[in-house]
């Protein structure tokens, strides 16, 4: 086995696109790996200081999706330039804008699941950023992503993860086994 110092190395990290709303309505978004699960409607990501932190202080709602391999480019675009530079980074995005039906945030449709969310608490907090705490209060997915069961088939959304020792993208891929049963096997 060979050694390495520590580094942000959880594998894989998920590929989270914030929506906000800027002061003047106009909807913004960027790109976090550093997130995830926080309890059972609650998420947690870890914040720079950014214009995406600005609205969170503004408006105190946001969404989160999921990128896919269809969104990959617009989606590093995001986690590459900040609107604090480019006013028009989202219109360059080419993405689908609405407003979500139960938070002040944007939804982008061009991805299959978002969540509507509150923040509920900011932990950590100095002018280098923050720990968000988001309470869940909605999630939306686009029908054509639904299963037979009307349940998202998260094998239908060509979803990326990322891999932060080579900074790539990597397509999820086929389903391999069953949680909470395969296991039983041993
Ligand atoms: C792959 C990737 C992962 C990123 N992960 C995070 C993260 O977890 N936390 C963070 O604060 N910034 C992260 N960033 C950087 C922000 O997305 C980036 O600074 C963005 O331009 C901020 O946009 P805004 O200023 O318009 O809000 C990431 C960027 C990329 C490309």
């Known amino acids: ?23 003047d309505g106009r909807p913004n978004a960027m790109n976090a790996a550093w ?3 926080w309890d059972m409607k609650e998420v947690s990501i870890s914040l ?20 896919t391999a269809e969104t990959l480019v617009a989606s590093d675009f995001v986690g590459i330039v900040s609107a604090r530079k480019d006013p028009d980074k989202i219109a360059k995005t080419g993405w689908n804008v609405v407003k979500a039906e139960h938070v002040n945030a944007p939804v982008f449709t061009d991805f299959p699941l978002t969540m509507e969310c509150k923040v509920k608490e900011t932990l950590n907090r100095d002018k ?45 891929g086929k389903k391999v086994g069953q949680a909470f049963a395969d296991g039983k096997k041993i």
Do not use: R
């Open 128 to 172: 280098a950023g923050y720990m968000l705490i988001g309470e869940v209060v909605n999630i939306v997915c686009d029908e054509k992503y639904l299963a037979a069961d009307g349940q998202p088939d998260v094998e239908k959304m060509n979803l990326i993860c990322y891999d932060p020792v080579h900074y790539g993208y990597i397509q999820l």
């Open 1 to 23: 086995m060979k050694n390495f110092p520590p580094k942000p190395w959880v594998l894989p990290q998920p590929v989270l696109i914030i929506g906000t709303y800027d002061k």
């Open 48 to 67: 720079g200081s950014h214009a995406t932190t600005d609205n969170l202080d503004l408006h105190g709602e946001f969404t989160l999706t999921f990128a």
């Open 35 to 37: 997130g995830g699960t």
